[in-house]
């Protein structure tokens, strides 16, 4: 079992910033991907970025990817998402997730590929 717990949530104005951070726990050897996804109200689940922990080769939606970064610690196995340049649109709960299936590259953007999830932090942007 592999346990992942966010933080870092919070209330920010537009054009703010937000640094969010998951932190990996248990059987962790089988980490093959990490990613963060977000579900706003009304709205599903989707896809915000997500890295292959074994070539840090990194993947993002197009809506983000010129202001969120992540990065990571791989003794820690931590991921961190620097969100800047915030919008009332980024307003969502945020779910870190970690998937146990090798990829050869990229990793996956697909929910369904992802074993284990965290419980969400909540972030809100106002206008």
């Known amino acids: 079992q592999v346990q992942l717990v966010e933080s870092g949530g919070g209330l920010v104005q537009t054009g703010g910033s937000l640094r969010l951070s998951c932190a990996a726990s248990g059987r962790t050897l089988s980490m093959k991907s990490m990613g963060w996804f977000r579900q706003a109200p009304g709205k599903e689940r989707e896809f915000v970025a997500a890295?292959?922990?074994?070539?840090?080769?990194?993947a993002y939606d197009d809506s983000v990817k010129d202001r969120f970064t992540m990065s990571r610690d791989m003794m820690k196995r931590t991921l961190d998402l620097q969100m800047d340049g915030l919008k009332p649109d980024d307003t969502a709960v945020y779910y870190c997730?970690?998937?146990?299936?090798?990829?050869?590259?990229?990793?996956?953007?697909?929910?369904?590929?992802?074993?284990?999830w965290g419980q969400g932090t909540q972030v809100t942007v106002s206008s």
């Open positions: 890295i292959n922990w074994s070539n840090g080769v990194t």
């Open positions: 997730a970690l998937g146990t299936t090798p990829r050869p590259l990229t990793p996956s953007r697909q929910q369904a590929r992802y074993d284990y």
